[in-house]
């Protein structure tokens, strides 16, 4: 089975930098995913990393450490419309992708 | 391209009631997923399906059922609702089951309540 691990709650004023980690447990780990949910809304991928090291997409990063079983999402720049619940997800084996509780960001001017 | 629709938006039922909640992608998608979303607990898997005419159980599946008579539709039906199964459920769709950069699309979701 699966423990995701992340904060509850972060805050950060507009075009500031916010980390957001993630630790997990996982007997067969075959892939970390990232997805944004806005308020009321379904969730959006964001990045997908399974070998270690940083994946780069725009203002968005993500970095795995599959030997620390760690994880973080680096969000550049922060804009208001990036207010929204992040979530860390772990594939294990073939399908099952087991999600964390969610880190609410809230972004202020 | 309407990717993934969920049915109905939101629906409230008396408890013991059967409901069926569907969900249908036009994507050609081989896998489906039904997630349950509660405050505090996060996402979590009902039940899934590899390919069309196989399902498989998930982190929380009793009290619910799942079908999978063709690639585009995954019903979920709750045989007789409870109140602990008051909450936001999501069908989502991947091309391939655990295949690399392979990720879920998610449906726009439906809220139930169960009274």
């Known amino acids: 089975g699966q423990n995701i691990d992340q904060p509850t709650e972060m805050t950060a004023t507009e075009g500031a930098i916010v980390q957001i980690n993630c630790t997990y447990q996982?007997?067969?780990?075959?892939?970390l995913f990232w997805y944004q949910q806005q308020a009321g809304e379904a969730p959006t991928f964001l990045s997908y990393?399974?070998?270690?090291g940083l994946e780069e997409k725009g203002r968005f990063s993500s970095f795995l450490s599959r030997s620390k079983g760690y994880s973080y999402l680096l969000l550049k720049e922060l804009q208001m419309k990036d207010s929204a619940s992040y979530l860390c997800?772990?594939?294990?084996?073939?399908?099952?992708?087991?999600f964390g509780a969610g880190t609410t960001v809230t972004v202020r001017a | 391209i309407a990717g993934i629709t969920q049915a109905p938006t939101s629906q409230i039922l008396a408890a013991g009631r059967r409901m069926t909640l569907r969900c249908t992608q036009d994507m050609r998608h081989n896998a489906m997923y039904w997630y349950r979303q509660d405050l505090g607990l996060g996402l979590r898997l009902i039940h899934y399906?590899?390919?069309?005419?196989?399902?498989g159980k998930g982190e929380v599946p009793d009290g619910y059922s799942v079908s999978r008579a063709n690639t585009d539709d995954f019903p979920l039906t709750l045989a007789s609702a409870v109140p602990s199964q008051t909450s936001v459920y999501f069908c989502a769709s991947s091309a391939i089951a655990g295949v690399g950069y392979n990720e879920q699309f998610f449906g726009p979701g439906t809220r139930l309540t169960v009274l």
């Open positions: 997800a772990v594939r294990e084996g073939d399908y099952k992708l087991s």
């Open positions: 996982t007997s067969g780990f075959n892939g």
């Open positions: 399906s590899n390919t069309a005419g196989t399902t």
């Open positions: 990393n399974v070998l270690d």
